[in-house]
């Protein structure tokens, strides 16, 4: 569900026209609707009320502080990957306490200020960054709470960059290496082991994958248990999808209902953390025709949104719905929408059947509230877009537009 639609043919955002915003904002942009965040994370957590639960939104999915902030609001945690993650979780008035910390690539730095900031918990790795949490233990002469990303080799069945739960990808230990990692750790007075995680890939549309890698980590658990380590969390990841086009992703409460049948008989504190179901369809692009250009072969419509704020496209060959702002009922033909970067990939949809635009129309790329601006860049030293929240009939920049003195910060000449 989202609150992007038509009006006598003019798409709004909740109950404010996008064009409105476009003219005072001006384009490109990014435009979040607050009510459909709302939404999505009740949802979500009132899928999963029947259980010990913890929602930590994924912040790289979108690490706006407004976004993060309202979130805290309504009760989230944060799955959080680096320093900078934390530092926006933290700032935007999300609990330590609801925060878990994953990524194989912790630095004794990030490790210390989350230690410092006494975070829920750190997915573990790797032995070797156990070793290092361990050191920072005894450096700061507290215990640190740990948990191990183990990887289930489960087969998520999505594209191979977005999966995470293979024995060939770099996250977790091996199902195999486990039980010993837990031993060791076991073995440490610096360390409280409290939980177990996983997480097996993005854009999964189907709950099988779940239930096959929780099932995994239910039989290691009855192996801890032999060994008496006691957990207090299931930490199952994110990576539930949305629509982008015609996938049909099961929605929160079929979701929760899989996963909780198969845990029903265990007391542990279930962790999810969900990004993309929460935000991607929270959020649109909303882009101009710079010009409108035909060749022998096909049309295209040059825009002023490009690849460096919007990456999926280029990226994964990821589809985007793309609407016009105001809808028109001229014939449709195949047409490349692409943008200002020297790049033949810098393209936001290819052979899309499109109606007869003109300069200066607007288009809205839909489903970009995930990994659209959180992944944008300044390649060819493009300033970043703003972003917006609306809230019923009002709007904020809650981002602004980066300038071109921004872009010099921290440079000098030598």
């Given at each position: 569900?989202?609150?992007?639609?038509?009006?006598?043919?003019?798409?709004?955002?909740?109950?404010?026209?996008?064009?409105?915003?476009?003219?005072?904002?001006?384009?490109?942009?990014?435009?979040?609707?607050?009510?459909?965040?709302?939404?999505?994370?009740?949802?979500?957590?009132?899928?999963?009320?029947?259980?010990?639960?913890?929602?930590?939104?994924?912040?790289?999915?979108?690490?706006?502080?407004?976004?993060?902030?309202?979130?805290?609001?309504?009760?989230?945690?944060?799955?959080?990957?680096?320093?900078?993650?934390?530092?926006?979780?933290?700032?935007?008035?999300?609990?330590?306490?609801?925060?878990?910390?994953?990524?194989?690539?912790?630095?004794?730095?990030?490790?210390?200020?989350?230690?410092?900031?006494?975070?829920?918990?750190?997915?573990?790795?790797?032995?070797?960054?156990?070793?290092?949490?361990?050191?920072?233990?005894?450096?700061?002469?507290?215990?640190?709470?740990?948990s191990f990303r183990v990887n289930p080799d489960v087969n998520a069945n999505t594209h191979p960059y977005i999966s995470t739960g293979l024995k060939k990808n770099k996250f977790g230990l091996p199902m195999s290496q486990a039980l010993?990692?837990?031993?060791?750790?076991?073995?440490?007075?610096?360390?409280?082991?409290?939980?177990?995680?996983?997480?097996?890939?993005?854009?999964?549309?189907?709950?099988?994958?779940?239930?096959?890698?929780?099932?995994?980590?239910?039989?290691?658990?009855?192996?801890?248990?032999?060994?008496?380590?006691?957990?207090?969390?299931?930490?199952?990841?994110?990576?539930?999808?949305?629509?982008?086009?015609?996938?049909?992703?099961?929605?929160?409460?079929?979701?929760?209902?899989?996963?909780?049948?198969?845990?029903?008989?265990?007391?542990?504190?279930?962790?999810?953390?969900?990004?993309?179901?929460?935000?991607?369809?929270?959020?649109?692009?909303?882009?101009?025709?710079?010009?409108?250009?035909?060749?022998?072969?096909?049309?295209?419509?040059?825009?002023?949104?490009?690849?460096?704020?919007?990456?999926?496209?280029?990226?994964?060959?990821?589809?985007?719905?793309?609407?016009?702002?105001?809808?028109?009922?001229?014939?449709?033909?195949?047409?490349?929408?692409?943008?200002?970067?020297?790049?033949?990939?810098?393209?936001?949809?290819?052979?899309?059947?499109?109606?007869?635009?003109?300069?200066?129309?607007?288009?809205?790329?839909?489903?970009?509230?995930?990994?659209?601006?959180?992944?944008?860049?300044?390649?060819?030293?493009?300033?970043?877009?703003?972003?917006?929240?609306?809230?019923?009939?009002?709007?904020?920049?809650?981002?602004?537009?980066?300038?071109?003195?921004?872009?010099?910060?921290?440079?000098?000449?030598?």
């Amino acid at each position: 569900m989202n609150h992007f639609h038509y009006k006598d043919k003019e798409l709004y955002c909740e109950n404010i026209p996008v064009k409105e915003i476009a003219n005072k904002v001006k384009t490109p942009f990014y435009l979040y609707s607050s009510a459909t965040l709302t939404h999505h994370f009740n949802v979500f957590d009132k899928a999963f009320s029947g259980h010990p639960h913890l929602i930590c939104f994924a912040v790289k999915a979108n690490s706006n502080l407004t976004v993060l902030n309202l979130l805290a609001e309504l009760g989230a945690g944060a799955d959080i990957v680096s320093g900078g993650e934390l530092y926006r979780a933290l700032k935007a008035g999300i609990p330590a306490d609801k925060i878990v910390y994953s990524g194989v690539g912790k630095t004794k730095k990030e490790i210390r200020e989350a230690a410092k900031a006494d975070i829920l918990m750190f997915n573990v790795e790797s032995m070797a960054e156990l070793d290092a949490i361990s050191r920072q233990a005894r450096c700061l002469k507290r215990r640190i709470r740990i948990s191990f990303r183990v990887n289930p080799d489960v087969n998520a069945n999505t594209h191979p960059y977005i999966s995470t739960g293979l024995k060939k990808n770099k996250f977790g230990l091996p199902m195999s290496q486990a039980l010993e990692a837990y031993k060791v750790a076991s073995s440490r007075d610096e360390l409280d082991i409290v939980g177990i995680d996983c997480h097996i890939g993005s854009q999964l549309i189907q709950v099988e994958p779940f239930v096959d890698a929780i099932r995994r980590i239910k039989f290691l658990l009855r192996k801890l248990d032999d060994f008496g380590i006691k957990l207090n969390f299931i930490d199952i990841g994110g990576g539930l999808g949305i629509k982008y086009q015609d996938e049909i992703p099961p929605k929160p409460d079929a979701y929760a209902k899989a996963l909780l049948s198969e845990i029903k008989d265990l007391s542990h504190c279930l962790i999810i953390e969900p990004g993309r179901s929460i935000v991607g369809n929270a959020g649109i692009l909303v882009t101009k025709i710079l010009y409108t250009k035909d060749t022998e072969e096909k049309r295209f419509y040059i825009v002023d949104a490009a690849m460096n704020d919007l990456a999926r496209p280029a990226l994964y060959e990821a589809y985007h719905e793309i609407l016009p702002v105001i809808k028109t009922d001229a014939h449709l033909h195949p047409a490349d929408i692409v943008g200002p970067i020297c790049e033949t990939g810098d393209f936001l949809a290819r052979e899309r059947p499109m109606p007869d635009l003109n300069q200066g129309g607007l288009l809205a790329i839909m489903s970009a509230g995930a990994y659209g601006f959180s992944m944008s860049s300044n390649y060819n030293s493009r300033p970043r877009v703003p972003e917006v929240m609306v809230k019923d009939d009002h709007f904020k920049v809650i981002r602004k537009r980066e300038t071109y003195a921004r872009l010099l910060l921290g440079e000098t000449i030598w």
